[in-house]
């Protein structure tokens, strides 16, 4: 998909073009006919560089955005492609779970754990 790729290797990242595998591009035709091909993209990729690259500093150009897999934020309204070797991180509660686990010192038996 021509727009698809214009979109993610944009004016901002100044590459030259997007790899995108077979089975994510299966995914984009697929959110396209659900109706979120119009969604704006959020890159998910490394904050070290302008390309996908940590060790391209500066401003690159010419490269080549790799884009691993693509996934739809419904509720925030927009679709994010993982670039290259990324992970994301899940959204975490208010009060972190391990406040409610705790060790019975006599019996070493653990609870709050699920």
């Known amino acids: 998909k021509q727009w ?6 944009g004016k901002i990242y100044g590459g030259e ?22 969604l704006p993209i959020c890159m998910a990729k490394t904050h070290l560089s302008l390309s996908c690259d940590v ?18 934020s419904a509720g925030a309204g927009f679709i994010y492609p993982l670039a290259g070797t990324i992970s994301t991180m ?16 006599e019996t070493g038996q653990i609870t709050g754990l699920f």
């Open 4 to 9: 698809y790729q214009r979109r993610v290797r």
């Open 17 to 38: 073009g997007v790899e995108i595998s077979e089975e994510v591009m299966a995914k984009i035709t697929n959110l396209e006919k659900q109706g979120y091909g119009n």
């Open 55 to 72: 060790s391209k500093k500066g401003v690159p150009t010419g490269f080549t955005v790799p884009v691993k897999d693509v996934v739809l």
């Open 90 to 105: 899940p959204g975490l509660p208010t009060r972190p779970a391990y406040y409610g686990i705790d060790v019975d010192t």
